[in-house]
């Protein structure tokens, strides 16, 4: 399943500071702090565990897990430099269950205007490639939010799940997207997708004025999105690899 999320997205930026002043003979110097808020939605209603959510073809869905990788943050200023986070320190787990997790304090921020960024979600093959001695305290971390197969079947890039119910299966069902490295056709999908974002405003970075940017994720588009999921169709709603 390949996560469009680079198409489920809004963003707003929000200024947090001290002092806050125009002065365009400003000397931008030092460093300072940007966070990245993500906000899950199901279509236009707030995102919710245990709340009926309706798709497209009928089906109604009720989630009760989601979790998912944000990693490898590049950011953008206005002269068009780039400012890449360090690598060893750009692996999150965001998690509609854990409200601290939704937002990722990016500490040692370039002073300067900001105008997009770019993240990845999942965990890229060269990282993966390091073995599981080069993974750091992600690995562990990973392993206990349960987004890992095995080391063999890697990360768990998406982690969606709860129980639905339609036209044809009117008692409640199961559902799992798991969504990584997956097989289809004995033919590997790695599945890793990156997504930039340009801000409506500039991001102003400075020592007193830390911005957060508010990034909508729509969670609805995971199964019902330009590739739709039908999750009655089968016997189970285990998407996890093949065609689905």
């Not at 750009?90 to 997009?116: C, M």
């Not at 750091?136 to 969606?160: E, H, I, P, R």
């Not at 069902?173 to 997956?182: A, D, E, P, Q, S």
Request: hydrophobic residues 40%; proline residues 2%; aromatic residues 10%.
């Amino acid at each position: 399943m390949k996560f469009q999320l680079k198409k489920i997205v809004a963003v707003v930026v929000i200024a947090i500071s001290l002092f806050s002043c125009s002065n365009n003979e400003e000397i931008i110097t030092g460093e300072g702090n940007l966070k990245l808020e993500f906000d899950n939605t199901y279509g236009t209603a707030n995102f919710a565990f245990n709340t009926e959510y309706t798709n497209s073809n009928g089906e109604k869905i009720k989630a009760t897990q989601l979790k998912y990788i944000v990693s490898n943050i590049v950011l953008t200023k206005a002269d068009g430099t780039t400012f890449t986070y360090p690598k060893s320190s750009s692996y999150f787990i965001v998690d509609e269950a854990t409200l601290a997790s939704q937002i990722l304090n990016l500490s040692a921020i370039p002073a300067g205007d900001y105008v997009g960024v770019k993240f990845g979600i999942g965990v890229d093959r060269a990282q993966w490639e390091l073995g599981a001695t080069g993974q750091g305290d992600f690995l562990a971390t990973a392993q206990t939010a349960s987004m890992m197969w095995n080391w063999t079947g890697g990360y768990k890039f998406v982690n969606f799940e709860g129980s639905f119910t339609s036209p044809t299966v009117t008692t409640a069902r199961n559902y799992r997207v798991h969504t990584g490295k997956t097989m289809v056709n004995n033919v590997e999908n790695y599945n890793y997708a990156e997504i930039a974002i340009t801000f409506p405003s500039i991001a102003k970075v400075r020592t007193t004025i830390t911005p957060q940017v508010h990034i909508l994720a729509d969670a609805k588009k995971v199964i019902d999105g330009t590739n739709k999921i039908v999750l009655s169709e089968g016997t189970t709603a285990d998407i996890m690899g093949g065609h689905a």
